[in-house]
């Protein structure tokens, strides 16, 4: 399975992060790939989704994979993570159904 996501860096440098709905932990905004996406709409999406900021501009950081995530139920799958930077965005920081807190403690 395909993951993409984005390190959002503001003008002072500060990174953006939200906190988890699913576990509470702070992460980075991102998510799986749905059919028919670029890996690149993947992580637009899902920063949108998630913390409400529409990124512009990104630069590819990386490419990752793991052997083996086994799921809560159970499920097994490999991933492959594709993370990109991005200084450009613009919108208001917001809470969703999958995050607990996107805003001013969330760093950015």
């Known amino acids: 399975m395909v993951v993409a996501g984005a390190f959002v860096f503001n003008e002072k440098k500060h990174l953006l992060l939200h906190r988890r709905s699913d576990n509470g932990y702070w992460g980075l905004p991102g998510g799986f790939m749905e059919l028919g996406e670029k890996v690149e709409d993947t992580a637009r999406r899902e920063v949108f989704e998630e913390t409400g900021i529409r990124i512009g501009k990104m630069e590819l950081f990386g490419i990752y994979s793991n052997t083996e995530k086994v799921f809560g139920n159970g499920d097994q799958t ?22 607990l807190l996107s805003g001013p403690h969330a760093i950015l």
């Open 78 to 99: 490999s991933l492959v993570q594709i993370m990109f930077v991005c200084k450009e965005f613009e919108g208001e920081l917001r809470t969703s159904n999958e995050s």
